[in-house]
């Protein structure tokens, strides 16, 4: 069995085939002041092939400080494989234009195929609306208003066509389609898909991607309305990782993390929850706070779940508000008997044995 990853020095890191980066460990959207954190993005590396979850904003800069992309004008992306985004938040996509168009530009050349993209699919309904309005809002984009990742790629590639254009024709840039390879994941079949009622039905983890180092499989975690809401679980032959997305406390994120040797979890502050909307504040709005809290799991909601599931190692990720001290995040520890930490840009864990 493997010992129970813990964070370790730059140095010591790429000695382990195996290694989680967290690139970026803010939820967001607002930008925290006085936080030094990044949006939310993780990259997995295994015998040098690269695997990044999410694109929150920063993550191509906070890559290259990394040190886990290669050095050098012609490089850096040349390493990514896959690309696995868990759910359709801007907090978790702003920073995804980036991998698109700035690619050619850091190291595409040297991909020996395309990046496979992976990402929920079309919600197919609107969300019901939230709240007490005086006129039901706007549908934005009509046509096309809850699309899945193909189409919100292509959507972003049509936007941001004159430069596409200028670059293919003036810097005789490849096609795009040679160094992207955009994909829906395809909920199982008989996955009941009710994403106004039950988001997160009973079910089992089912593999979304597989090559010679990974395999990966994900599974729908209560985050709603948003919907589908993936978590992702990586298993390796050094071990597995699972990266929870966004979820409220939910059984299949325990089903997903079962056994696992490193999960990372997302945590909301649940005294800035109440700071805002709590009984004892200006505006208290118990509704409002419930169903925030549906969505979110709080620091005294994470151990139990990481418990449940037996992981080796909790690390927390996507905090939000990104600006509480450290010392309050260190209460999500309560009811796990593993190895706990809080997240912090790049924070890197070994999985396995090093040296190997
Ligand atoms: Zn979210």
Redesign the pocket.
């Known amino acids: 069995m493997n010992a129970a990853p813990r964070p370790l020095s730059r140095g010591d890191a790429s000695r382990y085939a195996t290694r989680v980066t967290l690139l970026g460990t803010s939820?967001g959207p607002p930008w925290w002041d006085g936080s030094d954190r990044v949006g939310i993005s993780t990259l997995l590396t295994v015998n040098g092939s690269q695997y990044l979850i999410d694109c929150g904003e920063g993550w191509g800069p906070s890559y290259r400080r990394s040190g886990e992309s290669t050095p050098g004008f012609e490089h850096g992306i040349d390493t990514i494989k896959a690309v696995f985004i868990t759910?359709h938040?801007s907090?978790?996509t702003v920073d995804y234009p980036n991998l698109l168009l700035l690619a050619w530009h850091n190291g595409s050349k040297g991909l020996k195929q395309p990046i496979t993209i992976l990402g929920p699919g079309d919600r197919s309904v609107l969300p019901p609306i939230f709240g007490e309005r005086d006129h039901e809002p706007e549908v934005w984009n009509p046509d096309k208003p809850t699309p899945g990742l193909a189409d919100s790629t292509d959507m972003l590639l049509k936007a941001y066509a004159t430069d596409i254009n200028d670059r293919m024709r003036d810097n005789a840039k490849q096609d795009l389609r040679e160094i992207l390879e955009v994909r829906d994941i395809e909920l199982p079949e008989g996955t009941g898909k009710d994403p106004n009622g039950d988001p997160t039905p009973a079910m089992e983890p089912f593999e979304v991607y597989r090559d010679e180092n990974v395999r990966v499989t994900a599974i729908l975690v209560d985050?709603r309305p948003?919907f589908p809401?993936f978590a992702f679980r990586f298993d390796t032959a050094d071990g597995s990782v699972v990266i929870s997305g966004?979820t409220g406390v939910c059984d299949n994120l325990v089903t997903l993390a079962q056994g696992a040797d490193l999960l990372l979890h997302e945590c909301i502050d649940l005294e800035w929850v109440d700071s805002l909307m709590g009984p004892d504040s200006p505006k208290p709005d118990p509704y409002l706070r419930q169903h925030m809290l549906a969505?979110h799991t709080s620091t005294e909601q994470v151990g139990s779940q990481a418990e449940k599931a037996g992981v080796s190692t909790l690390c927390l990720t996507h905090l939000v508000p990104g600006n509480t001290p450290v010392e309050k995040w260190e209460r999500g520890r309560e009811g796990f008997s593993g190895e706990f930490f809080v997240g912090e840009d790049l924070m890197q864990f070994g999985i396995g044995v090093p040296g190997k």
């Open positions: 939820g759910h938040h907090d978790h985050h948003i809401a966004d969505a």
